[in-house]
């Protein structure tokens, strides 16, 4: 949840408790009504927080596990092909001496390349198994690349879901400022008779330096997290 946002719900939290405290009434308005809505916004908004924050740690733990096999898949499965077809010759093995390691710090990218020497392997098995690959390093190379795919895939779908409940978050925190202006309008005439009890309502219902804090006009953004390890790629 913004920051904005968080504050939304602590003045929507706390203008409910005023009126709950205080049963301050309308003399033009039924404020029953205003604090049903209030009780519904508050859990709403509280919601949308919580689920953004599972799904931001989510997200998170997705990347982390994502560079984990990245890594795998480079160091175990791919360098040991590069370096196997490096050392290969004869006239039609001659293209595999040019192999290098890919430098790509795209996870899918990596996948596919994982893939395509998968294939390679597998067209050259015997030559690859007489430099000492196992005769299963083609299917254990595809299998490391198609987890890697997997997990990319995984934490692009709670990055998605992220954005949204941000935006459900962006629309409830709106739908809350045009409640509160609101309930300014019913309530601050009924407090003109206590001073005390009026400034803290009007400290209450400030957000931002202004009465309910106007409409939301900002829209909500997540920036990805990174496809691919920070440092730099290494040749083999």
């Given at each position: ?69 990245a890594r795998r898949l480079r160091r175990v499965f791919i360098r040991p092909v590069v370096r196997a077809g490096r050392r290969m010759t004869g006239a039609e093995l001659e293209a595999l001496r040019v192999l290098t390691m890919p430098r790509t710090g795209n996870f899918e990218q990596l996948a596919s390349t994982g893939n395509a020497f998968a294939d390679l392997v597998d067209r050259h098995q015997a030559q690859f198994v007489s430099a000492g690959l196992s005769s ?101």
């Amino acid at each position: 949840m913004r920051k904005n946002h968080a504050h939304t719900l602590r003045v929507l939290t706390r203008t409910r408790d005023f009126l709950a405290r205080t049963q301050v009434t309308s003399l033009v308005g039924d404020l029953e009504v205003q604090r049903k809505e209030l009780d519904a916004l508050i859990t709403q908004l509280a919601s949308f927080g919580d689920q953004t924050r599972m799904l931001m740690q989510a997200s998170r733990s997705g990347t982390l596990a994502a560079r984990q096999l990245a890594r795998r898949l480079r160091r175990v499965f791919i360098r040991p092909v590069v370096r196997a077809g490096r050392r290969m010759t004869g006239a039609e093995l001659e293209a595999l001496r040019v192999l290098t390691m890919p430098r790509t710090g795209n996870f899918e990218q990596l996948a596919s390349t994982g893939n395509a020497f998968a294939d390679l392997v597998d067209r050259h098995q015997a030559q690859f198994v007489s430099a000492g690959l196992s005769s299963d390093a083609a299917a254990k190379l595809r299998a490391a690349s198609t987890e890697l795919l997997a997990a990319v895939h995984t934490r692009s779908a709670d990055q998605g879901q992220r954005v949204a409940k941000s935006q459900g978050a962006l629309a409830t925190a709106t739908a809350g400022h045009r409640l509160l202006r609101l309930i300014d309008a019913l309530v601050d005439p009924s407090l003109e008779s206590d001073p005390a009890m009026s400034a803290e309502w009007r400290s209450l219902v400030r957000i931002g330096g202004r009465t309910g804090g106007g409409e939301v006009a900002e829209q909500e953004s997540v920036t990805p997290a990174p496809s691919g390890p920070a440092e730099e790629l290494r040749a083999a």
